[in-house]
């Protein structure tokens, strides 16, 4: 493989096919478009056999990524972050029905917002549903 540069999306895309994620479904939605693209990209440099599909919403996006998940796959699904509010019932059950494979939902926050008619916060959606958030940009304040 040869040395390049990327985004943070491209680096997301690395990180998940070294994980070995199996499915990966998608709505595009920016800041998330890129993510699934470079999935594709990187699976065929690769020579992967990694399921993709650009999904009709976010809830069929997100309902088939879980579907890899409960039969031992280990999927992703990625959408901006109101996406999650439309997927909002099948993530809630997800979060107590539990799943064999694993699953990675990369719901992508628009703080300002620059490209959604609506700013979110993911992590409140997390908590509701009581699943693990991994934040990349939570920082300690300085002197904490």
């Known amino acids: ?12 895309a690395i990180g998940l096919l070294e994980a ?3 499915i990966m479904t998608s709505y595009p939605g920016t800041p998330s478009s ?15 056999n990694t399921g993709i599909e650009w999904s009709i919403n976010e809830k069929v996006a997100f309902d ?3 579907a890899a998940a409960i039969s031992g796959k280990r999927a992703a699904c990625c959408m901006k972050m109101v996406g ?4 909002a019932d099948s993530f809630m059950s997800a ?16 703080p300002g917002p620059h490209s959604s008619q609506t700013e979110q916060d993911s992590r409140l959606m997390a908590r509701l549903a009581k699943v693990p958030v991994l934040d990349r940009a939570a920082r300690k304040k300085p002197g904490k």
């Open 1 to 12: 493989m040869k040395e390049e540069f990327l985004l943070g999306n491209g680096a997301m």
């Open 20 to 22: 070995g994620c199996q």
């Open 64 to 66: 088939n990524a879980f």
């Open 84 to 87: 999650l509010n439309v997927a």
């Open 34 to 48: 890129e993510i699934l693209p470079e999935v594709v990209r990187l699976s065929k440099m690769s020579k992967l």
């Open 95 to 110: 979060a107590y029905i539990g799943n064999i494979g694993g699953l990675v939902i990369i719901s992508c926050d628009d």
